[in-house]
């Protein structure tokens, strides 16, 4: 026995044994397939026949590309992928990238599905493999190995079953007997978040349902929402213990009021935290978000303030209005018709940012809109599903409808591009029939038929104002001159040091860096009404026994919290979309489809006319013989009437038989498709493989 033979029989005998070993040991039983390849690798190296050692070898060849496949299916390389669809609807988008890229605390995902139940809705049959496929692409990717799948099949009265039930997974009955469990638990530390069910009706907003729920899950602490408003939220409503959607915006986040002078707030808010010293800045990495409804009379230390907050990557969330009612509310009117006379100014904007990102926006003009306005009251908008112009953004998703009152428009200023250097998306438009009212025509005691009347009479338009809008990108400042409170201070001590000694001065404080460009990727929101979260226009309350029930009156109240979701699950969040749907009619097909029912349809047009006029012609017939109270038809009458029914007959017959033509010439077009497609591929490495055994044989004549 040679040397490579003796190696050969000692690498079988002990690939032999640790494959022995693996069945009864825990440890190795995931090796144990691995070690009887090797064994049966090694074993074809032993025979002196050269067909047995051919057969070992072929056999061996194909276990080890089938199981050298399953372990690099396994790892990251086994999850890249060439997407060659259309839209990228199988490749991940950067801000998922971005979020796995970033995790610091470990994920598990416990991914319930069963899979062998009889019966199973073939949308569900579709969609689990989507799933299973992203999930894995997620845990592949995860930065440092931190996101764990679970992959479970809860079989009826096992403890997979009851884990899943534990988790709060739902079941959805497929036959009598059966259920299907098809969704997932996400969790890190002490943290969970459950998706009950995978719904294919959901299938292209999978992505966002997922990343959403990991980035919750890694986020320790409740977020904190600062909030800049000249009403006082925590007050008044229809319950006199606050706005209603402040209640719930309190319910669900850390909500910092900021008031009109946001740094002057900043330190009792830093010290409630226990955040330490508070900076001369907002900082996103504590606020999140910065909500701002109805900032009216807001000045410009208030703007920079958030003009910096942009810069820093923050986003901000602007509530603005031209004619706001419950500003009206808070004071008391002078006399009817005419504006309230102290309270809260019923107008709101924000003039520096607007100014230096080209936003137009008029306080003093409210937008009238023939299509969403309501005939009762033009004041009052629903914008529907035809002024969401941005579908696919999931802040809508599952929005029926938003109710705007007495709303402003944006539109890019003096016709140039709104937002220069930044990303725009236009959430919801108005329609071209609109037009502008003041808001003393909006206030009179006959508004409604003054404003019916301006619908009327307004001019055509070509240009559509934005209701809602997301500006995104690295922002400019709209202080090139600094900070303005600056100026109010040098301009103070100045004052004061007249008189007095020169060499007097106080020590200053350090100033923070004032950023001129963006530092981070900012969003502002801006929505032109502030009112839409008021009470009985985004929520209602009514008490049912001892308890308080809080119902959302329109969408507007989940349109919002579908945008603070957004940006404090995760900055990459913002702005995200709902995917295309996978599985999209076939379009070439329908295509052609229609080239040739145009084609039969002319000819079956020609065919119903010529029906349609001997019809005409016997209803003619009868219609005379009626009039001149002739009941009685000759022969000549008879032989009219019968040719007609003739006509008709053959014409019917004629369509039936182009109808069947079509039908036929649409059935052979599938098959040839669907041919076509089957063959494309075996017909390639046929001849491929006859140029190979070509090009082979004349290189052997050539020797």
Known sequence: MNVSKALASGITGIGSLFFVL?????????????????????????????????????????????????????????????????????????GTKAILKELSE????????????????????????????FLRQIEGLAANGLVTLNLIDPEPNTDEEDAALLDQVQQVPVTQDDNLIFGASINSLDKKTVIPLFDPGQET????????????????????????????????????????????????????????????????????RKWGDAPDFVDPEKIKVILVIHPAGITPEAEFVLDQYLLRGGTVIACVDPNSFMAQQSGQPQFPGMPPQGGT??????????????????????IIDREF??????????????????????????????????????????????????????????????????????????????????????????????????????????????????EKDENTEENESDGEDSDEKTEEKDSPEVLTNGKEKGNLYIISDSDFLADRIAYSSRRLFNTEMVEPVTGNGPFMFNILDQAIGSKHLI???????????????????????????????????????????????????????????????????????KEIVDANQEIREKQKSYQADVDFLKATIFWRNILYVPLGVIIIGLGVFTWRKKQTKAR
């Open 22 to 94: 693996s069945l009864f040991t825990p440890s190795l039983s995931p090796f144990s397939w691995y070690f009887a390849i090797g064994t049966f690798i090694a074993l074809s190296f032993i025979p002196n026949g050269r067909l047995i050692r051919v057969g070992f070898a072929v056999v061996a060849l194909a276990a080890t590309v089938f199981f050298l496949t399953e372990f690099i299916s396994k790892t990251d390389l086994g999850n890249k992928s060439i997407d060659l669809t259309e839209d990228d609807r199988y490749t991940l988008t950067d």
């Open 373 to 486: 306005a309501q005939q009762n009251n033009p004041r009052i908008l629903i914008l529907n599903d035809e002024a969401m112009t941005a579908k696919d953004d999931i802040s809508l998703s599952k929005i029926q409808n938003i109710a705007f009152v007495m709303a402003g428009g944006f539109t890019a200023a003096e016709g140039k591009t709104m937002g220069p250097g930044l990303e725009v998306t236009k959430l919801v438009e108005s329609s071209y029939k609109y037009t502008f009212v003041d808001g003393f025509t909006v206030n009179s005691p006959n508004a409604s038929e003054q404003l019916r009347f301006a619908l009327g009479s307004r001019r055509g338009g070509d240009q559509k104002q934005a209701y809602v809008a997301l500006l995104s990108g690295n922002f400019e400042t709209a202080f090139p001159d600094g900070d303005p409170s600056k």
């Open 575 to 645: 702005g995200a979309r709902a995917r295309a749907e996978v599985y999209r009619p076939f379009t070439v097909l329908k295509g052609m489809e229609a080239e040739f029912e145009e084609a039969r349809g002319v000819e079956v047009e020609k065919l119903r006319k010529k029906r349609d006029n001997a019809q005409a012609e016997i209803q003619r017939i009868t219609s005379e013989l009626a009039k001149n109270n002739n009941s009685q038809r000759n022969n000549k009458i008879r032989s009219q009437i019968a040719d007609y029914n």
């Open 205 to 272: 907003q999978l992505e966002f349902q997922i990343m959403s729920a990991i980035a919750e899950v890694s986020q320790r602490d409740l977020p904190v929402v600062g909030l800049i408003s000249a009403h006082n939220l925590a007050t008044g409503g229809q319950t006199n213990r606050g706005w209603l959607f402040y209640q719930l915006l309190q319910r669900s986040y850390d909500v910092a009021n900021l008031g009109m002078t946001p740094l002057d707030s900043l330190e009792s808010e830093y010290e409630n």
């Open 106 to 133: 470990p994920i598990t995902i416990n991914y319930y599905v069963t899979r062998d139940v009889d019966g199973t809705p073939s949308a569900f049959k579709r969609h689990i493999p989507r799933v299973d496929s």
């Open 345 to 366: 100014p019923p107008s709101s904007s924000l003039p520096k940012l607007f100014e230096k990102h080209n936003i137009s926006f008029d306080e003093s003009q409210v």
